[in-house]
């Protein structure tokens, strides 16, 4: 990889230049508004493919945002790697809490990135991490240093819930056909800590609706008489965690794999501070599940959490109104061997049950998906684990994350295919927030990271 890693040393300015150009196309898969831009961001891609040598470039339209395809298939005797990323973004709202504008990036450095991070959104999730593969395939390519087949799949609806990428996957099996689905979707501990995500979330999202009298009142002359939407939802929300801040929904926890106390040991291992965790977030202490730790709460529990809340009068001045509606959505991060319908109805079944007679009740799921746990004792692990020992010079840690990337799951399901998660964010550069940002040292550490992984995956896969 020799050849292959000069070319990328020499080409970094070009990478940046290519990268802010793919950052400045506002493709917010979750606004209709923003249609065009998600359509013209898939068109940039495909044409950047072709440009770099990838074979097969397709834009594949789907129901909702299409799907970009390229592969580059040297040898069908050697082994072949999925790459799996996605174009679409997160809105940018709120706007005003942006130091420069979303889709203008900028560099700048932070005490953290202190050689340099590029502000935009989708900079880290994930136009700036799938971009990394992009431009690893493009030295290894230029270099001749390939050493297997590659195919690319990068979709424009995951921060929409994937809709539509099912769908393709199980109509498309043999097109997908490959020996390991690889990812960088995730984060790593620090810069000077590589690890090596393996472990996902799943995710159960719900809506409620309370509706009490037909239509708002005055809270003088009704108050104390009927019941208060938003007082009967708070007093029902608040009721879902108990003093040990374990959920109260009845069989939530039934199908949660405990793990053992040698695997809560191993986990403890991985370098944590709580105080600087603290400080970070400026908050004085940490709160989660009595009986496990930050990082256990983090990523190996279940958690329910409130995600907005809204009703009645929260305008300028006083109003005194007592509101006929009020709504709450709720998301619950599920674990192994949670199933999210499954929540998803507990959910709605206790939800139901505790609300009083003097409302009424409407629960209405969203999008879901299963959580995963990938293997460390692979071959593909290994090869991971030997390119990130190649340019970090150390060993990566192991670390299962809580947020959540609901295609994986499918891909084992309707592929057969484990994921490598080598994510290499932090989770503090503010992904989905204000700020959005991506390391200088991130983004060509991965470049130059990956190129092994493919080195040692053919190897150990031959
Ligand atoms: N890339 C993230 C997920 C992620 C980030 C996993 C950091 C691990 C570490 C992904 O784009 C995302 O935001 N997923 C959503 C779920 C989706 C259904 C909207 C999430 O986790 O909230
Ligand atoms: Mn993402
Ligand atoms: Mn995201």
Redesign the pocket.
């Known amino acids: 990889m020799e050849k292959t890693q000069l070319l990328i040393s020499q080409n970094k300015d070009r990478f940046i230049t290519e990268l802010f150009e793919l950052l400045r196309i506002p493709s917010v898969s979750a606004d209709p508004n923003y249609q065009g831009d998600v359509a013209a961001c898939a068109a940039h891609l495909a044409a950047h493919f072709q440009s770099i040598g990838l074979e097969n470039v397709e834009v594949i339209t789907t129901a909702g945002h299409p799907i970009v395809y390229a592969d580059k298939i040297i040898d069908t005797a050697l082994p072949t790697v999925l790459v799996y990323g ?1 174009y679409d973004v ?1 809105p940018a709202d709120p706007l005003a809490l942006w130091h420069t504008p979303a889709f203008e990036p900028v560099i700048k450095a932070t005490p953290i990135h202190p050689e340099g991070a590029i502000f935009a959104r989708g900079a880290c ?2 136009k700036g991490q799938f971009f990394m593969h992009i431009k690893a395939l493009e030295a290894m390519l230029q270099a001749q240093e390939l050493p297997c087949n590659v195919k690319l799949m990068i979709e424009g609806e ?5 809709p539509n990428l099912a769908l393709f996957v199980s109509a498309n099996k043999q097109k997908l056909k490959a020996d390991i689905i690889l990812v960088s ?3 790593m501990l620090a810069n000077d800590t590589p690890s090596i ?1 393996t472990g ?1 979330r799943g ?1 159960s999202y719900v809506e409620v609706e309370l509706t009490g009298p037909n239509r708002d009142l005055h809270s003088g002359l009704y108050g104390g008489c009927v019941a208060n939407p938003i007082n009967i939802l708070t007093q029902m929300v608040a009721s879902l965690h108990d003093e040990n801040r374990r959920i109260t929904i009845p069989g939530f926890y039934d199908k949660v794999v405990e793990l053992s106390a040698a695997d809560r040991a191993e986990m403890a291992k991985a370098p944590f501070s709580e105080a600087a965790y603290c400080e970070a977030l400026d908050i004085r202490d940490t709160h989660g599940e009595k009986g496990y730790s930050t990082m256990e709460r983090g990523s190996i529990r279940p958690t329910l959490d409130v995600n907005g809340i809204w009703g009645g009068y929260t305008g300028e001045g006083a109003k005194t109104v007592i509101a006929s509606k009020v709504f709450a959505k709720i998301s619950m991060r599920l674990v192994p061997d949670q199933d999210p319908e499954e929540i998803t109805r507990l959910f709605q079944a206790h939800f139901e049950s505790i609300a009083p007679q003097s409302v009424r009740v409407k629960v209405l799921p969203h ?1 879901g ?1 299963q959580p995963v746990v990938t293997p460390t004792d692979s071959p593909a692990y290994a090869a991971a684990s030997l390119a990130y020992e190649t340019t970090f010079g150390k060993k990566p840690i192991p670390v299962r ?6 295609i994986i799951a499918m891909f084992e399901q309707e592929l057969g295919l484990k994921t490598i998660l080598m ?1 290499f ?1 932090l989770d503090s550069d503010a ?2 927030s204000p700020n959005e940002h991506f390391g200088l040292f991130n983004f060509f550490k991965g470049i130059e990271t990956i190129p092994y992984f493919f080195k040692h995956f053919s190897k150990i896969q031959a």
């Open positions: 996605h997160q999730d994930d995951e921060e929409v819930g994937s979707d995730t984060g995500t996902l995710l999008h998906g994350s809580g947020g959540s990337i609901p994510g964010g992904i989905h």
